[in-house]
T-cell receptor
């Protein structure tokens, strides 16, 4: 029973490029959450998705960031025209139901470095 | 004021001692409270969760919740060097579909 999978684990981009982060939830989980973590800080909620639907994107910057969770395939967090401030660890978590009612399980994260 | 505040740390205790990690939250609508452990460079992993006022014990870990005081804590008994990590408090308001994490407290257990 594989856990939450994220790829790539490390991603280096130059300013202005696009970053695509992928998350495959645990088998049977239909709820996906993305968080960003800056060094020495906690997890900041970005977006909550269920299959084909964005439920809550209140934590996601309105510009340059987008997320999707298609019917088939992994969830994608897309960052366009990256800037140095986007450098962070991005964690995906999945749950069988609503987080807090059901336990969230975290993937290993993608460490994004913007040069 | 942050929505979820944890003692700033770092917290250092000798091996075998009790480590006490504290967390306060501002959203009175919060219903569930989770503690995660995060080793450096790794992802958070669940330690335990608590929904009701009082204590909940799991092995060497005890979570304590006081909703009236908006306070949740994690006690680690017989601390081991392997417990050295950052501990994240997560607060969930499931009616609002909202999860908020604290910035974490870094614990060091010295042999």
């Amino acid at each position: 029973n594989a856990g939450v999978m994220q790829n790539p684990r490390h991603l280096v981009r130059r300013r202005g490029q696009e970053a695509r982060l992928r998350c495959s939830p645990m088998k049977g989980h239909s709820h996906v959450y993305w968080y960003r973590q800056l060094p020495e800080e906690g997890l900041k909620f970005m977006v909550y998705l269920q299959k084909e639907n964005i439920i809550d994107e209140s934590g996601m910057p309105k510009e340059r960031f987008s997320a999707e969770f298609p019917k088939e395939g992994p969830s994608i967090l897309r960052i366009q025209q990256v800037v140095r401030g986007d450098s962070a660890a991005y964690f995906c978590a999945s749950s069988m139901g609503l987080a807090g009612v059901e336990t969230q399980y975290f993937g290993p994260g993608t460490r994004l470095l913007v040069l | 004021q942050k929505e979820v505040e944890q003692n700033s740390g770092p917290l250092s205790v000798p091996e075998g001692a009790i480590a006490s990690l504290n967390c306060t939250y501002s959203d009175r609508g919060s219903q569930s409270f989770f503690w995660y452990r995060q080793y450096s460079g790794k992802s958070p992993e669940l330690i335990m969760f608590i929904y009701s006022n009082g204590d909940k014990e799991d092995g060497r870990f005890t979570a304590q919740l006081n909703k009236a005081s908006q306070y949740v804590s994690l006690l680690i008994r017989d601390s081991q060097p392997s417990d050295s990590a950052t501990y994240l408090c997560a607060v969930y308001n499931t009616n609002a579909g909202k999860s908020t994490f604290g910035d974490g407290t870094t614990l060091t257990v010295k042999p």
